[in-house]
């Protein structure tokens, strides 16, 4: 809305802000936001307690705002380089920012596609890959304090005083008293010449090295040991057994995984249904395209529950040893586990008729309607009328998009090593 005052026009604009505080929220953060500018990734029934514990089981420090393997070097290099120079911690966040905006110019070469973060819109870019990777760091313990990149900023005069005391020449008291673990040297002239993300032998075996001592039981750690199968993998439970089996308890992780991943996308593809359905009744929407084409993705996913019945019926007619996984222990509130165990059920036990079963229905509406209140679209006309026709959600991935592009890249780099 315009508005005039002494005769200038002018628009008002709104900002949107939040507090720095530990990784676990920057990455909520993070994800969200990324929500927004993809409505595909949001979450209208409220899967996301279950989809974050088992995507910090499988690919722990991993985030779907992530995008290559080497951030995970780039981002301490830079750091370490601030801590070198007389940045003060007030000139800190520019510096930051600088750095990595000559960062996103050294990788453009790369072009589209190849995972540069502000690619497109280069220092504007409104999330640095700074904030992107600064939990997984810590996740990682590549980062070995758990300050806040702010906290961090207010840590340089001590990083810089022990250094002094401790290693004159700035090499050996630096790793010592840093925030950072030892790492490789970064390449010759650093943010002052066109890089890429191919990572060198010592680079890989490092990473490997941090992800296997961080998380030893992870599904990531295990397929650490064969990238090159490993990143072929489509999805989690589509890796070599060999892999799941090489640490114990996992595969009954992955198992499960797999199952919720599969229940729950007849939950999202009906929600999905119910919407065009109410913009065409209540609003009069042409949404005809829209219906039959969820009606053919649900028949879709029907064929593959009834492929899979001897596995999901008496699993989903059961959950309680789901329920007791280690990943979900206290991550999942009541509302949400009762939900997700009801509409499991009905369409694990009847997927044909999924698409008009009454329950279902009432079931997604509610759920909704306690998430988003008022915003929800099947709640009435006000939420419904801010859809624009997409579809929202999708078959749960546990993040294994990300952890698939990082084993690409040491597969890459192993295999040229060899």
Not at 199 to 205: A, F, P, V
Not at 330 to 340: Q, S, T, Y
Not at 364 to 378: G, P
């Amino acid at each position: 809305m315009k508005h005039k005052s002494a005769g200038v026009e002018y628009v008002p604009q709104s900002r949107l802000g939040w507090l720095d505080l530990d990784d676990e929220a920057s990455r909520r953060i993070g994800e969200a936001l990324k929500a927004l500018d993809e409505p595909g990734t949001l979450d209208p029934i409220g899967l996301g307690s279950v989809r974050d514990a088992f995507a910090d089981a499988l690919a722990p420090g991993t985030s779907t705002i992530q995008t290559r393997l080497r951030y995970f070097l780039f981002i301490p290099w830079i750091c370490q380089r601030i801590e070198k120079s007389d940045t003060t911690p007030t000139q800190f966040a520019k510096r930051l920012k600088d750095d990595e905006a000559t960062l996103i110019n050294c990788l453009r070469h790369l072009g589209p596609g190849e995972g540069v973060q502000g690619y497109s819109v280069g220092e504007n870019l409104k999330r640095m890959p700074s904030s992107a990777y600064w939990g997984g760091l810590r996740s990682w313990r590549i980062r070995t304090h758990k300050a806040s990149i702010s906290e961090y900023s207010r840590l340089l005069p001590d990083i810089r005083r022990q250094v002094m005391v401790d290693g004159s020449d700035g090499t050996v008291g630096a790793v010592a008293n840093s925030i950072w673990a030892a790492l490789p040297a970064p390449p010759a002239n650093f943010l002052e010449e066109d890089i890429n993300f191919d990572l060198t032998q010592e680079e890989s075996g490092t990473l490997i090295d941090r992800i296997r001592q961080s998380h030893p039981k992870s599904l990531l750690a295990a397929a650490c040991a064969e990238p090159e199968n490993s990143s072929s993998a489509e999805s989690a439970w589509e890796l070599d057994g060999r892999v799941i089996n090489s640490i114990v308890g996992l595969r009954e992780v992955v198992d499960n995984a797999r199952c919720i991943s599969e229940a729950t996308h007849g939950a999202q593809l009906l929600y999905n249904l119910l919407v065009a359905r109410r913009a065409k009744s209540e609003l009069g929407m042409e949404t005809d395209t829209a219906i039959q084409e969820r009606l053919a993705e649900l028949a879709n996913w029907s064929i593959l529950i009834q492929e899979r019945a001897s596995v999901l019926v008496p699993w989903a007619n059961d959950l309680n040893n789901f329920w007791a996984l280690q990943p979900l222990a206290g991550r999942v509130p009541e509302p949400a586990r009762r939900f997700i165990t009801e509409i499991t059920k009905i369409a694990v036990n009847n997927p044909d008729g999924l698409a008009n079963d009454a329950k279902a229905e009432d079931l997604i509406v509610r759920r909704e309607i306690s998430i988003k209140k008022t915003r929800a679209r099947l709640g009435g006309r006000a939420g419904l009328m801010n859809w624009d026709g997409q579809s929202f959600g999708g078959q749960l991935n546990f993040r294994w998009p990300t952890a698939k592009s990082y084993l690409s890249d040491l597969a890459t780099s192993l295999s040229s090593a060899s």
